[in-house]
Each structure stands twice: as C-alpha cells, then as structure tokens.
C-alpha cells in the first residue's frame, strides 16, 4: 500500500510528539506545537500530530506548525556552513564528529540526488514526510551543496506546503474521511 511509509513515519514522529507534549504540558498549546515545530527531526509533522492530540483546530495549527517550522530556515541556510566548519575545528570531540557526520550525511547519496534535479529535488525532499527528511535537512542540504537560493527557498516552501497538505490529512483524519467518501461513492 502506498500510504503505509507515510503512516510508519508518522506513527514514530507521534510517539515523540506525544512525549514532548508532555514535557510541554506547562506552556500554552500554541506554543507547545510552535516549539515542536521547530526542532529538527519532528518539524511540521510532530506539530501537527501534537495539535490534533491538542485538540486545537486544524487552521490554526496549520499556522503555527508553518510559522514554527518556517523559523529556523534561513538561519540555516545562511549560517550552516560556517557553523559546521567551526564545529570541525573544535576541539571538543563529539562536537567535531557531529558536524564530520552532518556534513557527509548532508552531501551523502540522497544529496546528490537534490543536486541532480536541484528544485524538484528539493521540493519532494522536504514535502513527502517520511524520517530523514523536512525544511531542516532538506535547508542544510541546499546550504552545504550551493543550491541557489532562487531555486532552494521557493522549493523548500512548496514543499513544507505539500507536507502541511499530507500532515493534515493524516493528524486530522482527513485520509479516513476521504476512504468513507470513497467506500459510498462505489457502493
């Protein structure tokens, strides 16, 4: 089934959405799925399935999940590599083979790719939810691999509407209601 990687995904992003809800749990809601939003690995997808565990309606978290995810963006894009390059230099250890890490997986295989085909690359890149992938990696990958910013920002935000689309239907039951719809129609 196609849906079945979009549904893995989703359900590891929702184990660690809901452990930082609850972590969260003093703020306000909107700032707990801004936040969410906001960290690298959960993004997009982790806010929104924190708001649908909020209860908060789908419009506006749909704001605030773009807002949150949307912050860091340019930051990255324009600061990555000299923050990589200071890290590799540092002398503290484990920061040095992070950013050794980062990097090669930054311009690893899947890299290359997003370089082959530069905007659609980095578009499906960032708008298909599946682990690995999102604004963060798919802004470092750009970053680290002298994507134009003409062509990288632009993708990147289509993508993270397109994965706000997927996102949405999955937290919000969307994709449920769409089979219900379709079971009537054809029987």
Same mark, same amino acid.
């Given at each position: ?92 250890? #484990? ?29 499906? #890149? ?30 990147? #935000? ?30």
């Amino acid at each position: 089934m196609t849906l079945f990687p979009l549904l893995f995904a989703a359900g590891g992003t929702e184990e660690l959405a809901r452990k930082l809800t609850s972590m969260l749990g003093g703020l306000p809601p909107l700032a707990v799925i801004f936040i969410i939003s906001m960290i690298p690995v959960l993004e997009l997808r982790g806010g929104l399935l924190a708001a649908a565990l909020l209860d908060i309606p789908m419009w506006t978290a749909i704001g605030f999940c773009i807002l949150g995810n949307i912050l860091p963006i340019p930051f990255i894009l324009l600061f990555i590599e000299k923050l990589l390059s200071w890290a590799e230099q540092c002398k503290i250890g #484990f920061l040095r083979k992070f950013a050794l890490w980062l990097k090669a997986r930054a311009t690893g295989k899947k890299a290359q790719t997003i370089r082959q085909y530069e905007f659609i690359g980095l578009l499906l #890149f960032v708008g298909i939810p599946l682990p690995g992938t999102g604004a963060w990696t798919g802004s470092m990958i750009a970053a680290l691999l002298h994507v134009s910013r003409k062509k990288s920002v632009p993708a990147i #935000f289509l993508g993270l509407i397109m994965a706000t689309v997927i996102m949405s239907l999955i937290s919000y039951g969307g994709l449920s209601a769409i089979a219900k719809l379709i079971t009537k129609l054809f029987s």
